[in-house]
């Protein structure tokens, strides 16, 4: 079985700008969650999606949004970039997101804001 | 708030043991435990569910004790690839809406050394 991707690996953006970052959670997972990490906050929890629904949220700006795709495909978006936002993003996936499942997380994308 | 992991950072001989703690001021429902190695994404070791349990994965096992709301990672005879960055992430009581919503301790850096 594939396990999660997400693509770009890497990015470079200015401030300002805004970015989308995607995720493709292991095939028949329905719930996705990003994560941001970083060396001095670790790793914070942003979203959890389900069956195309937010379900849960952690304590980030409204810059942050995502949303998921019927095929349970998420995708994150950053927008008006700062500084700060430089991270590794990292989503993780797991079936139906329950507290006994285990989440799987992908290789993340390096976001670097100049 | 963010679960506090001891101690921060451990140097190891192979062979030899050591324990890692994750400590919650708030009542524990489930820890999931992580190994990061540089560079790389979380890779899953358990999870602990409510009841003390205890957990073995090779020469990996952890306990829960939810009175205390404290999970202990155990690692015996080490090995040069534990490795890396240990990670608790734990879910708490009441959680709204169901889902996932992982909030992971500082971690804890370990090397094995010959």
């Known amino acids: 079985k594939a396990g999660v991707t997400q693509t770009p690996r890497y990015l470079i953006k200015t401030r300002g700008q805004q970015v989308t970052l995607s995720c493709s959670p292991i095939?028949?997972?329905?719930?996705v969650s990003w994560y941001q990490q970083t060396p001095g906050q670790g790793l914070q929890f942003l979203f959890e999606?389900?069956?195309?629904?937010?379900?849960n949220k952690g304590n980030f700006p409204g810059r942050f949004s995502g949303r998921q795709f019927s095929n349970s495909r998420s995708e994150m978006n950053v927008s008006t970039l700062e500084l700060g936002d430089s991270a590794l993003y990292l989503c993780?996936?797991?079936?139906?997101?329950?507290?006994?499942?285990?989440?799987?997380f992908g290789p993340g994308t390096r976001l670097l804001v100049l | 708030q963010q679960p506090v992991q001891s101690p921060q950072a451990v140097i190891l001989r192979e062979g030899e043991d050591a324990v890692i703690n994750c400590s919650s001021s708030?009542?524990?429902?489930?820890v999931h435990w992580y190994r990061q190695k540089h560079g790389e994404a979380p890779v899953f070791l358990m999870i602990?569910?409510?009841?003390?349990e205890q957990k073995g994965h090779e020469k990996i096992s952890a306990s829960f004790n939810e009175k205390k709301q404290q999970s202990s990672l155990y690692l015996t005879a080490s090995q040069l690839s534990y490795s890396g960055t240990y990670f608790c992430?734990?879910?708490?009581?009441?959680?709204?809406?169901?889902?996932?919503?992982?909030?992971f301790g500082t971690g804890t850096q370990l090397k094995v050394e010959l």
């Open positions: 993780a996936s797991s079936g139906a997101g329950t507290v006994q499942e285990t989440q799987y």
């Open positions: 095939s028949g997972h329905r719930s």
């Open positions: 999606y389900f069956s195309e629904t937010q379900r």
């Open positions: 708030k009542a524990l429902y489930s």
């Open positions: 602990l569910l409510k009841g003390g």
């Open positions: 992430g734990t879910e708490y009581r009441g959680l709204t809406g169901g889902g996932n919503k992982l909030t």
